[in-house]
């Protein structure tokens, strides 16, 4: 028993704090250059997440899990030739989904590096979209054979593989200073950010309720069984003792009184069956005897030869019944 709270409790501790940490998603930058804009998410480490790339509104799609927006939800205009805007948004109370839209289908690759923990996201013009997908599973950047293409690609079209493979040094070897990004805030982004934040605060909040109230819970019920088996393993000890013999003697009167006011319960409504059933036969009886009197009384009048109306009236019997005892003697004469 002791083993098995004990394993409940550490199982409860892990999942309280896996979900109390997610990955924080902290600034932007932006570089933009003649052949590549280059985008990079700082992060406090890599998450698991997924890419792909939406051709009905031209956007490269990153969703990351257990992770939440170090801001309120972004939204970065670029306007350059190959990125339009970048927002990120909390949809989840651990899920942050980046969207970065297009002006048009161009060459992409999305890769993570461990240290310092950065998600980059390079586009490069092309006439095709190559759309590879990457998880934190493999924090390696993709290798350069990028020709995993969209099935719904023309085939003839030639795919521009001419990405550069990129390293923490060519990271830094970019302008220290990146270009700045206008932010477009909205109430709107206000009440998600609203959403996100808050919901995550309320989430944990509510899993150490939860976790107090088990704990609480399983102390109790412990301490429960501990009093039931101490009372039966030192019942006659504690007979002994004025104090607990007060205690158990109470319990059993309790428990007698119970009994004896179920039990009575049971004759009184034995009781008051018998008498209900009593009182049905003497009705039943009266009811029989008043009849048979009626029915002598009218054969009587009847022999005297006075009428059904006159014999209600004497002996104040309806007429309708006097008319049935007519006929009920009729018939036995016939008989």
Same mark, same amino acid.
């Given at each position: 028993?002791?083993?098995?709270?004990?394993?409940?409790?550490?199982?409860?501790?892990?999942?309280?704090?896996?979900?109390?940490?997610?990955?924080?998603?902290?600034?932007?930058?932006?570089?933009?250059?003649?052949?590549?804009?280059?985008?990079?998410?700082?992060?406090?480490?890599?998450?698991?997440?997924?890419?792909?790339?939406?051709?009905?509104?031209?956007?490269?799609?990153?969703?990351?899990?257990?992770?939440?927006?170090?801001?309120?939800?972004?939204?970065?205009?670029?306007?350059?030739?190959?990125?339009?805007?970048?927002?990120?948004?909390?949809?989840?109370?651990?899920?942050?989904?980046?969207?970065?839209?297009?002006?048009?289908?161009?060459?992409?690759?999305?890769?993570?590096?461990?240290?310092?923990?950065?998600?980059?996201?390079?586009? =490069? $013009? %092309?006439?095709?979209?190559? #759309?590879?997908?990457?998880?934190?599973?493999?924090? +390696?950047?993709?290798?350069? @054979?990028?020709?995993?293409?969209?099935?719904?690609?023309?085939?003839?079209?030639?795919?521009?593989?001419?990405?550069?493979?990129?390293?923490?040094?060519?990271?830094?070897?970019?302008?220290?200073?990146?270009?700045?990004?206008?932010?477009?805030?909205?109430?709107?982004?206000?009440?998600?950010?609203?959403?996100?934040?808050?919901?995550?605060?309320?989430?944990?909040?509510?899993?150490?309720?939860?976790?107090?109230?088990?704990?609480?819970v399983i102390i109790k019920i412990r301490s429960i069984n501990k009093l039931a088996?101490?009372?039966?393993?030192?019942?006659?000890?504690?007979?002994?003792?004025?104090?607990?013999?007060?205690?158990?003697?109470?319990?059993?009167?309790g428990y007698k009184q119970n009994s004896e006011k179920e039990t009575k319960k049971? =004759? $009184? %409504?034995?009781?008051?069956? #018998?008498?209900?059933?009593?009182?049905?036969?003497? +009705?039943?009886?009266?009811? @029989?005897?008043?009849?048979?009197?009626?029915?002598?009384?009218?054969?009587?009048?009847?022999?005297?030869?006075?009428?059904?109306?006159?014999?209600?009236?004497?002996?104040?019997?309806?007429?309708?019944?006097?008319?049935?005892?007519?006929?009920?003697?009729?018939?036995?004469?016939?008989?």
């Amino acid at each position: 028993m002791k083993t098995a709270n004990i394993i409940f409790l550490a199982l409860l501790a892990f999942i309280l704090v896996q979900q109390a940490n997610p990955v924080e998603v902290g600034w932007t930058r932006c570089y933009s250059e003649s052949d590549k804009t280059r985008i990079v998410f700082c992060l406090d480490e890599i998450p698991q997440y997924k890419t792909y790339y939406n051709q009905e509104d031209n956007t490269i799609c990153i969703t990351m899990s257990d992770a939440r927006l170090g801001k309120p939800n972004k939204r970065f205009n670029v306007n350059n030739q190959f990125v339009s805007f970048i927002s990120l948004k909390q949809t989840d109370i651990d899920t942050v989904d980046i969207k970065i839209s297009l002006p048009k289908p161009a060459n992409y690759k999305v890769f993570d590096i461990k240290s310092p923990a950065l998600i980059i996201v390079d586009v =490069t $013009s %092309a006439k095709n979209v190559l #759309t590879t997908e990457t998880s934190a599973n493999s924090p +390696k950047e993709p290798k350069a @054979d990028l020709n995993t293409v969209n099935e719904n690609a023309d085939n003839s079209v030639k795919i521009d593989t001419s990405v550069k493979t990129d390293t923490a040094e060519n990271i830094k070897a970019l302008p220290a200073e990146p270009t700045e990004l206008s932010v477009m805030d909205f109430q709107w982004q206000a009440l998600e950010s609203l959403n996100g934040n808050v919901l995550a605060i309320l989430q944990y909040i509510f899993d150490l309720l939860i976790l107090s109230a088990v704990i609480y819970v399983i102390i109790k019920i412990r301490s429960i069984n501990k009093l039931a088996r101490y009372i039966r393993r030192n019942r006659r000890r504690l007979k002994d003792n004025p104090i607990f013999a007060d205690m158990l003697n109470e319990i059993e009167k309790g428990y007698k009184q119970n009994s004896e006011k179920e039990t009575k319960k049971k =004759t $009184s %409504a034995d009781k008051e069956k #018998t008498s209900k059933e009593t009182m049905s036969e003497d +009705k039943k009886d009266i009811n @029989d005897e008043s009849s048979i009197k009626q029915y002598d009384k009218v054969q009587e009048l009847a022999k005297k030869g006075i009428d059904p109306i006159s014999i209600s009236q004497k002996s104040n019997i309806p007429v309708g019944e006097v008319n049935l005892i007519l006929d009920l003697i009729r018939a036995r004469k016939d008989s």
